[in-house]
């Protein structure tokens, strides 16, 4: 009789269990058919003629050569003051620049806007006026130079004007997927739901036991039981069987001696990596505002990055190219004005810094080899606070020097030892390859 109600019971609960699973399936299916429709549903032809419709000046911003050429100027010399936007940084936004002046113009103020100003021209002084009088420094670019900038900025223009509208007509935000909010929705209610069912699974748990409770209660006062029917309703579980269990404790010892090994291992093989070292710099400087947000390119701060053995870090002066302007009451900024004004250099913390045994040149890897900055240094344009992103361990250098292949297209030096190389050996041509994995390439 015992046994009966026993697997009366896990029928109930088996039941309820599949009949909780089917109905969730159901739901996500009719979500899921959902989203496909509002998958489908962008408006046919949103975008047609959209970027015909941006391209007003009549730059060539079908040209990818001169908009990467004029992405790298604008980066290297105008986003300091300058966003590509709306924005006003130091100067004004630059969206839309190429509409509200003649191209003549621009190339003229440009390349001096200080001799246009003293000419009198009135939508210099205007200009100049507008922005607290601050001089913008000229520059000795070309004519194709100033229009691979213009051409750029309404090139940035377009991919904003090009992107499409949703079924309800609104316009989607870059890199949106459109039709994905059914999907978004889809999440949302499925955590909504998955908590809905631990709760309901956990009360019916509770249910359970209390029914068995009452159930052996009853039994207990009035029925008769027989010897098995009482050992099944009363028995009682002995947890002293457990720990006293010698197969218990063998297993348990063996468990923490094998931790133990584990972690003696690790921090002997971790000794010297400072992989995620983020110390705390004496002014709160963040890479994300400034390399992030507003683009500046990192040669701007870090001036030998591309042609000297070390990276430099910026002097006091280089903040002050903006910050003589930007923000001059921040309780940060004043710390850079307070080092000027004692001569004495800002002292931050180094982050990544390699054994004196270790030869390291960043123009070899970044002007030579075009290493991004990001390969090492990892997503350095999204951290507040910056820290050691890789390893930087001998074996992490040996295998990208494994990985990564060498570019000896018109380099003569190298014919003859690709040659050699593909005759002899399978794979690319790497640094590996040259030698660069050799003791005496890093330590002599």
Same mark, same amino acid.
């Given at each position: 009789?015992? /046994?009966?109600?026993?697997?009366?019971?896990?029928?109930?609960?088996?039941?309820?269990?599949?009949?909780?699973?089917?109905?969730?399936?159901?739901? !996500?299916?009719?979500?899921?058919?959902?989203?496909?429709?509002?998958?489908?549903? %962008?408006?046919?032809?949103?975008?047609?003629?959209?970027?015909? !419709?941006?391209?007003?000046?009549?730059?060539?911003?079908?040209?990818?050569?001169?908009?990467?050429?004029?992405?790298?100027?604008?980066?290297?010399?105008? !986003?300091?003051?300058?966003?590509?936007? /709306?924005?006003?940084?130091?100067?004004?936004?630059?969206?839309?620049?190429?509409?509200?002046?003649?191209?003549?113009?621009?190339?003229?103020?440009?390349?001096? /806007?200080?001799?246009?100003?003293?000419?009198?021209?009135?939508?210099?002084?205007?200009?100049?006026?507008?922005?607290?009088?601050?001089?913008?420094?000229?520059?000795?670019?070309?004519?194709?130079? %100033?229009?691979?900038?213009?051409?750029?900025?309404?090139?940035?223009?377009?991919?904003?004007?090009?992107?499409?509208?949703?079924?309800?007509?609104?316009?989607? !935000? *870059?890199?949106?997927?459109?039709?994905?909010?059914?999907?978004?929705a889809v999440g949302g209610y499925l955590d909504i739901i998955l908590v809905v069912l631990?709760?309901?699974?956990?009360?019916?748990?509770?249910?359970?036991?209390?029914?068995?409770?009452?159930?052996?209660?009853?039994?207990?006062?009035?029925?008769?039981?027989?010897?098995?029917?009482?050992?099944?309703?009363?028995?009682?579980?002995?947890?002293?069987?457990?720990?006293?269990?010698?197969?218990?404790?063998?297993?348990?010892?063996?468990?923490?001696?094998?931790?133990?090994?584990?972690?003696?291992?690790?921090?002997?093989?971790?000794?010297?990596?400072?992989?995620?070292y983020q110390p705390r710099q004496p002014i709160a400087f963040s890479h994300k505002l400034?390399?992030?947000?507003?683009?500046?390119?990192?040669?701007?701060?870090?001036?030998?990055?591309?042609?000297?053995?070390?990276?430099?870090?910026?002097?006091?002066?280089?903040?002050?190219?903006?910050?003589?302007?930007?923000?001059?009451?921040?309780?940060?900024?004043q710390k850079i004005y307070t080092a000027l004004e004692r001569n004495r250099p800002i002292?931050?913390?180094?982050?990544?810094?390699? *054994?004196?045994?270790?030869?390291?040149?960043?123009? &070899?890897?970044?002007? %030579?080899?075009?290493?991004?900055? &990001?390969?090492?240094?990892?997503?350095?344009?999204?951290?507040?606070?910056?820290? &050691?992103?890789?390893?930087?361990?001998?074996?992490?250098?040996?295998?990208?020097?494994?990985?990564? *292949?060498?570019?000896?297209?018109?380099?003569?030096?190298?014919?003859?030892?690709?040659?050699?190389?593909?005759?002899?050996?399978?794979?690319?041509?790497?640094?590996? /390859?040259?030698?660069?994995?050799?003791?005496?390439?890093?330590?002599?």
């Amino acid at each position: 009789m015992i /046994s009966c109600i026993v697997k009366t019971k896990i029928k109930v609960f088996l039941a309820f269990l599949i009949a909780l699973v089917v109905s969730f399936g159901a739901y !996500a299916q009719g979500e899921s058919e959902q989203a496909e429709v509002s998958q489908k549903g %962008v408006v046919p032809g949103a975008t047609e003629g959209a970027v015909a !419709a941006a391209n007003t000046s009549g730059l060539p911003i079908d040209d990818p050569a001169i908009v990467t050429a004029g992405d790298a100027l604008f980066k290297n010399n105008c !986003a300091v003051c300058h966003s590509a936007g /709306s924005d006003v940084i130091v100067g004004p936004g630059l969206a839309g620049i190429n509409e509200r002046r003649s191209h003549d113009w621009l190339i003229r103020w440009i390349k001096n /806007s200080q001799a246009l100003i003293q000419a009198g021209d009135p939508e210099a002084i205007e200009v100049y006026n507008a922005y607290n009088k601050q001089a913008m420094p000229s520059f000795n670019f070309t004519d194709e130079e %100033v229009t691979a900038i213009l051409t750029y900025i309404a090139s940035a223009e377009a991919e904003v004007a090009a992107v499409p509208t949703t079924v309800d007509g609104d316009a989607a !935000a *870059p890199g949106e997927n459109i039709g994905t909010d059914a999907i978004g929705a889809v999440g949302g209610y499925l955590d909504i739901i998955l908590v809905v069912l631990i709760v309901v699974l956990i009360v019916l748990v509770v249910t359970l036991l209390l029914i068995t409770s009452l159930l052996k209660n009853y039994l207990n006062a009035n029925r008769k039981l027989n010897e098995y029917d009482n050992e099944v309703v009363n028995q009682r579980f002995d947890f002293s069987k457990i720990y006293k269990s010698k197969a218990v404790r063998t297993l348990v010892v063996l468990i923490f001696v094998v931790v133990l090994l584990d972690l003696t291992l690790d921090t002997a093989m971790g000794v010297g990596i400072q992989q995620g070292y983020q110390p705390r710099q004496p002014i709160a400087f963040s890479h994300k505002l400034h390399a992030g947000e507003h683009q500046i390119d990192c040669n701007y701060c870090h001036t030998t990055v591309y042609k000297s053995k070390s990276a430099s870090i910026p002097s006091a002066n280089i903040c002050m190219n903006c910050h003589s302007q930007i923000k001059t009451e921040s309780p940060e900024i004043q710390k850079i004005y307070t080092a000027l004004e004692r001569n004495r250099p800002i002292e931050w913390v180094r982050i990544h810094n390699l *054994p004196d045994l270790s030869y390291f040149n960043h123009s &070899q890897h970044t002007q %030579v080899g075009g290493v991004e900055c &990001q390969t090492c240094h990892g997503p350095i344009q999204e951290m507040d606070v910056v820290y &050691q992103y890789s390893p930087l361990t001998m074996g992490w250098c040996i295998n990208c020097h494994r990985e990564t *292949p060498l570019n000896t297209e018109g380099n003569g030096y190298y014919d003859r030892l690709v040659e050699l190389h593909e005759a002899t050996s399978k794979g690319a041509f790497t640094v590996s /390859s040259n030698g660069g994995t050799e003791c005496s390439k890093c330590h002599y």
